[in-house]
């Protein structure tokens, strides 16, 4: 990456909820726009809904790539499970696209033109609150979302995706199926389809060994039968971590937000 080619604001807190500081960095062309821009948020893989590494945003096939094609883009950390159990971290997400609204910093972020990205547990958050937005009073809102091998149900098990034995599903509610049946219902993307939300790209490798191809099939078939917005890119033979195939990715990603945000 080219320091002369962009401009990057690191560690920005924009929230401490229990007195954990959440950050996010900011990555743009250089200089700045001075006009606001379609921006995109990206949320941390944070494997498993844990500890992730917010910098990965700063690979050449991640937020780079989308600066590039235009965008102003946000990566942002939440709190992980062994911290906090859901929906912690989606109240995270939205503290954070509520921090875009306030736009302290008088960055140039269209508000009305923010979209949102991310890969496994981080696709899954992008998920989340892309439809959990069509049904906020509050003002910050996500208009377009990119899931990259997401889980979408978490009650259905599969790969990785284990709720019959101690499991990151099961850590992020905090226990058992059996007494959490509900909070895994609210935290599964599936769920909280409904007519009006935003426009979805799911990405997902068939031979996904971690999270089904079949959740990316449920929750595409989900979003077309409520009439919103949703194509589903199979990549052929892919397993979870799309290794072979990022840059591929970031460019569908791209194209899908300027078809979005610049038609």
Known sequence: ?????????????????????????????????????????????????????????????????????????????????????????????????????????????????????????????????????SRRTAVANVHAVVTISGPTDLLRPGGAMRIDRPSPVTALVGGEVSTHREQLRAASPIAQVSAGAPPFLIIHGTADETVPYEQAERLHRALLAVGAPSRLLAIDGGRHDLRDDWYAVANEAARFFAEHFWR
């Open 1 to 133: 990456m080219s320091a002369s080619e962009f401009t990057l604001l690191p560690d920005i807190r924009y929230a401490s909820p229990d007195g954990i500081d959440l950050c996010l960095d900011v990555l743009g062309p250089a200089p700045l726009p001075t006009n606001p821009v379609p921006t995109v948020v990206r949320i941390d893989g944070c494997p498993g809904w844990g500890p992730g590494d917010r910098s990965s945003a700063l690979l050449p096939f991640a937020n780079p790539a989308l600066v590039r094609a235009g965008f102003l883009t946000v990566a942002i950390s939440v709190r992980h499970s062994g911290q906090v159990i859901f929906p912690a971290q989606l109240h995270d997400v939205q503290a954070a696209l509520d921090w875009m609204y306030r736009n302290p910093l008088g960055l140039p972020i269209d508000p009305d033109r923010i979209g949102i990205w991310g890969q496994s547990a981080g696709g899954h958050l992008a998920a989340l609150a892309g439809l959990a937005s």
